[in-house]
């Protein structure tokens, strides 16, 4: 047990600490605070020692050195069962709990027009050591390193009457050193990223790497029942994307649904225009964009009307009631969307099991490294955010692009970028009618595309995410009746594609640029 007599406190966000500082001073705990802190809860009333009068210092360099002093981290350092460290530091000494929440580095970074001077004076030095000390003595020290814990501890301390298990000051200590770590990985990417970029214009990938995670909710299991799963956010930084996913209704979401919301909306952040994308199993199951959001339901959904059962469903626009109610026709797992209208929520609310989630927009892809795991390593690349301009297009075939399939072509290579490799889009009037991927060979993609548009395929137009390293593949373009083929180049056949399409008198668009999504 750790018995908690003096407490130093030292806080730059003051939320909650007026009834913290009052539950350990009711406990008779002596308060020690610096400066400011000190400021604050003397205005409430409170009996407070400063650093300098228990240290014995006056505070240097404006501020900069105030707790970084022998005396104070002896203190805390102390171990309660070495009469020589007792001794040393002595019972007026020591200090048994030390609450500190560190200046806003994160915060003060993320603000416009923010420079690397103010960057540097958010850095915290003294707060940083504080919670370091006190974490690494947690069998008699205890340390609180956020507003949320004041009420736990508080709680704790009346019902041990002035003393904590060590199971909870182990806890905390962990906190501690976890938000210690992920302090200082906000401040070593920032700075990382004022080093350079990469050829892309994206900062360079940095020599080091780390990336601090909280857990967010428990899952039921990961991706079969035999498996733990639980969901994860960043402890620090913005949050955006799937972070500021809000869950309206339904059943609790599950690790598979998380992975087909991210992908969807991975998908729609490439429109502008209202924009529909059907996820299923983590693969792409129809996508188009139309004049609303529910033209854009319709023509996703005709795509693979079958493989929609069980899917999720994402909308880049607020949702309706008319679309609503067209939604609830079919058995769906999820709704995702900007926002949900009242009208439409109550449509959704008969469906108690349907989970229902909104999600913010983000106004651009935030530019940090995407993370994959290895059996044993890590990999990490800038996210592919590389848009094509129409103008960038080169015409390979004898025969030009009529202005609809040049459009049809732009929207099946966005959609293409979204499908797993090697993948094939076949696409009409902005929506997908056929979509072959994840297959071994691309000319089996291009089998199955053809094989889920049918007849749709004529007149349609295809995108390839990789080059075509064979004729075959257009040959089986042609005879399906697609009219016109976006894809990167690059292959040594090329020559001998660009005749087959030119025998078929199929149009040909070559990007330079390939989207392979392993």
């Excluded at 390839?464 to 976006?486: Q, R």
Aim: proline content about 5%; some cysteine.
């Amino acid at each position: 047990m750790v018995t908690v007599k003096r407490a130093l406190l030292s806080c730059h966000d003051k939320a909650g600490l007026d009834a913290f500082a009052k539950a350990l001073a009711a406990l008779g705990v002596e308060l020690i605070a610096s400066g400011g802190t000190a400021d604050h809860l003397t205005k409430q009333g409170l009996k407070v020692r400063s650093i300098e009068e228990f240290a014995g210092i006056r505070e240097q360099l404006d501020g900069r050195v105030k707790t970084l002093h022998p005396k104070i981290h002896a203190g805390i350092l102390a171990r309660r069962d070495d009469p020589a460290h007792l001794q040393s530091v002595g019972p007026q000494g020591l200090i048994d709990l030390v609450a500190v929440n560190l200046y806003p580095f994160e915060e003060t970074v993320r603000q416009p027009g923010v420079g690397l001077a103010d960057a540097v004076e958010q850095i915290d030095i003294g707060g940083v050591a504080l919670l370091r000390a006190a974490a690494k003595n947690f069998p008699h020290v205890a340390v609180v390193c956020a507003p949320q814990q004041y009420a736990v501890v508080a709680e704790a301390l009346r019902r041990g009457k002035g003393q904590l298990p060590e199971s909870l000051t182990r806890q905390l200590a962990v906190d501690a050193f976890q938000l210690t770590s992920g302090y200082d990985t906000g401040i070593s990417s920032y700075l990382e990223g004022m080093n350079g970029t990469a050829a892309s214009g994206s900062p360079a990938l940095p020599e080091a790497a780390t990336a601090v995670v909280r857990k967010r909710q428990a899952l039921r299991y990961g991706e079969n029942p035999h498996q733990q799963g639980a969901w994860y956010a960043p402890s620090a930084g913005p949050v955006w994307g799937v972070g500021t996913l809000t869950q309206l209704q339904g059943k609790a979401l599950s690790y598979n649904n998380l992975l087909d919301i991210d992908a969807a909306l991975r998908a729609l952040l490439e429109f502008h225009e209202p924009a529909c994308v059907i996820i299923k199993h983590h693969s792409q199951g129809g996508l188009a964009s139309a004049a609303t959001a529910q033209q854009a339901y319709e023509r996703a959904y005709a795509c693979d009307a079958e493989s929609a059962f069980g899917g999720i469903v994402g909308f880049n626009r607020p949702v309706d009631e008319a679309l609503a109610t067209r939604l609830t026709a079919t058995f769906l797992e999820v709704i995702a969307a900007p926002s949900i209208e009242p009208q439409a929520a109550a449509r959704f609310s008969n469906k108690t099991n349907l989970r229902v989630v909104t999600l913010d927009w983000p106004a651009r892809i935030p530019q940090g490294p995407e993370w994959r795991q290895l059996l044993g390593g890590w990999l990490l690349q800038e996210p592919d955010a590389l848009t094509i301009k129409a103008d960038a297009l080169k015409v390979a075939t004898k025969r030009a692009p009529t202005e609809r399939e040049r459009a049809d072509l732009l929207f099946a290579w966005s959609a293409a970028k979204h499908v797993k490799s090697n993948g094939i889009v076949l696409a009409h009037d902005r929506a997908t009618v056929g979509i072959g991927q994840g297959q071994p060979s691309r000319v089996g993609s291009v089998r199955l595309a053809i094989q889920k548009a049918g007849d749709r395929a004529r007149d349609a137009v295809a995108a390839s995410d990789g080059f075509f390293p064979f004729p075959d593949s257009i040959e089986l373009l042609a005879k399906a009746g697609v009219a016109a083929v976006i894809q990167p180049g690059g292959s040594i056949r090329d020559p001998e594609v660009v005749e087959a399409a030119d025998r078929a008198n199929l149009a040909m668009l070559i990007t330079g640029v390939r989207h392979f999504r392993h």
